[in-house]
T-cell receptor, first 110, second 116 residues
Framework: QKEVEQNSGPLSVPEGAIASLNCTYS??????FFWYRQYSGKSPELIMF????GDKEDGRFTAQLNKASQYVSLLIRDSQPSDSATYLC??????????FGKGTRLSVIA | GAGVSQSPSNKVTEKGKDVELRCDPI?????LYWYRQSLGQGLEFLIY????????KSGLPSDRFSAERTGGSVSTLTIQRTQQEDSAVYLC??????????????FGSGTRLTVV
């Protein structure tokens, strides 16, 4: 059973701070890793994907991957109230469907 | 189309009735997925279509659930004899599919199903 684990939160950070969201996965053969943002009552939207060890930056977002530790994280710099949402980690092995974590709820306090 | 389109957006049905949910993927996307999300829960995989290959039905929770994809485009998810535990948001997604695919999915806005 492939599992993706996330702290459900809520994670509360003040506006302007760095939010750090973490995810661990059970399948060592996993190859691709995705972060989705889901606002309340809306469908998930893709923020970033990463497949190589290390960091990948896109604007205020940085994804970090450590395959040896089976750990992927998402950093949000200069957090804004509009970043308040649930963040879903998803993992793929080969061409199998994405396996999603249950998500971490982030609250950015103005 | 420009995005993944799902209909209806909301569906209330009586226990025991059959329902059909429709998904129209992004044009050119060969892979189509159905997930469902119950309140406060993560996304649960249901079924996956890839081109003309046989679908991956490994996530369907019971034989009351079935899905088809006609002409490699529009998909219909059918739930027969609905039960209250079927109440959830049913999400459809599509993606380009390549070997070693690193592309994520684009989700539709979902169908909120309520069984009363």
């Amino acid at each position: 059973q492939k599992e993706v684990e996330q702290n459900s939160g809520p994670l509360s950070v003040p506006e302007g701070a760095i939010a750090s969201l973490n995810c661990t996965y059970s399948d060592r053969g996993s190859q691709s890793f995705f972060w989705y943002r889901q606002y309340s009552g809306k469908s998930p939207e893709l923020i970033m994907f990463i497949y190589s060890n290390g960091d990948k930056e896109d604007g205020r977002f940085t994804a970090q991957l450590n395959k040896a530790s089976q750990y992927v994280s998402l950093l949000i710099r200069d957090s804004q109230p509009s970043d308040s949402a649930t963040y879903l980690c998803a993992v793929r092995s080969g061409n199998t469907p994405l396996v999603f974590g249950k998500g971490t709820r982030l609250s950015v306090i103005a | 189309g420009a995005g993944v389109s799902q209909s209806p957006s909301n569906k209330v049905t009586e226990k025991g009735k059959d329902v059909e949910l429709r998904c129209d993927p992004i044009s050119g996307h060969t892979a189509l997925y159905w997930y469902r999300q119950s309140l406060g829960q993560g996304l649960e995989f249901l079924i996956y279509f890839q081109g003309n290959s046989a679908p991956d039905k490994s996530g369907l929770p019971s034989d009351r659930f079935s899905a088809e994809r006609t002409g490699g485009s529009v998909s219909t998810l059918t739930i027969q004899r609905t039960q209250q535990e079927d109440s959830a948001v049913y999400l459809c997604a599509s993606s380009l599919a390549f070997r070693g695919n690193n592309y994520g999915y684009t989700f539709g806005s979902g169908t909120r199903l309520t069984v009363v």
